[in-house]
């Protein structure tokens, strides 16, 4: 039976560690798709292709040969061989991926290629993003939008980042990179049949039970 669980949300939600812990309690595969934005972003960078340039990013993200696990077991994300599992989360990465995911180009090529992905796993799979419910799969059997207070969102990135940097560097990248990407998606709002969770006052645990309480449903 078909399960595709699209989640979405902006920068912070959660949506990474809740999407692949609701994966791996109903045994389904898991897509990161925000990692092949960033894939495409290193991919770019290493190929010396100007991000702003929108035929040469639409060009290289045709190009890229990208690998990317769909398991939750392991994370894995290599371009040409080269593992960039770890390297596509470096700063660098993500103060230039806007400019490559609002490329209209390259989207439809990235969108197409994790259609694909879903329909290798037969639809049995939790896509996380930010454009998920409405584009990528807006048929899927649950929808839902994680959302956080800025506040929220702004502590866990610090936490996640390992605490080094300012408030100010923290809330600076976050917003500005959400304000960019909501030029091309409109994550912050629910589309219709989309449902809510705001997880503000939640923790890790309590946002997966409540996300699987909306699959149940
Ligand atoms: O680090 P964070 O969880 O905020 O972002 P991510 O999920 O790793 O996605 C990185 C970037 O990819 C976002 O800032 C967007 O520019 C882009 N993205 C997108 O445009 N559409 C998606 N479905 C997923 C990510």
Same mark, same amino acid.
């Given at each position: ?11 912070? #939600?959660?949506? #990474? ?28 960078? /290493? ?9 040469? *990013?639409?060009?290289?993200? /045709? ?7 769909? #398991? ?63 584009? *990528?799969?807006?048929?899927?059997? *649950? ?36 304000? /960019? ?12 049949? *989309?449902?809510?969770?705001?997880? #503000? ?5 309590e946002?997966v039970d409540t996300?699987l309480?909306?699959?149940? /449903?």
């Open positions: 039976k078909p399960l595709v669980i699209a989640i979405d949300g902006p920068s912070g #939600s959660g949506k #990474s560690s809740v999407s692949k812990e609701v994966a791996r309690r109903l045994k389904l595969a898991y897509l990161d798709t925000g990692a092949m934005y960033r894939a495409l972003t290193w991919y770019c960078l /290493k190929t010396g292709v100007d991000l702003h340039d929108g035929a040469a *990013v639409e060009q290289a993200s /045709k190009a890229m040969p990208l690998e990317i696990s769909t #398991s939750t077991a392991t994370e894995y994300v290599a371009v040409d061989g080269t593992d960039i599992t770890e390297e596509i989360r470096d700063p660098r990465i993500s103060s230039s991926v806007s400019a490559v995911a609002t490329t209209l180009g390259a989207r439809t090529e990235l969108i197409r290629r994790q259609r694909q992905l879903i329909d290798q796993h037969h639809h049995r799979m939790v896509v996380e993003g930010r454009d998920i419910t409405t584009v *990528v799969a807006p048929a899927a059997e *649950v929808r839902m939008l994680l959302t956080a207070s800025e506040e929220a969102r702004l502590r866990r990135r610090g936490i996640q980042l390992g605490g080094t940097q300012t408030k100010e560097q923290l809330a600076a990248q976050v917003i500005q990179r959400d304000a /960019k990407d909501s030029t091309v998606v409109n994550f912050t709002q629910a589309a219709d049949g *989309v449902v809510t969770l705001d997880s #503000s006052d939640l923790d890790f645990e946002t996300a309480a909306i699959v149940s /449903k």
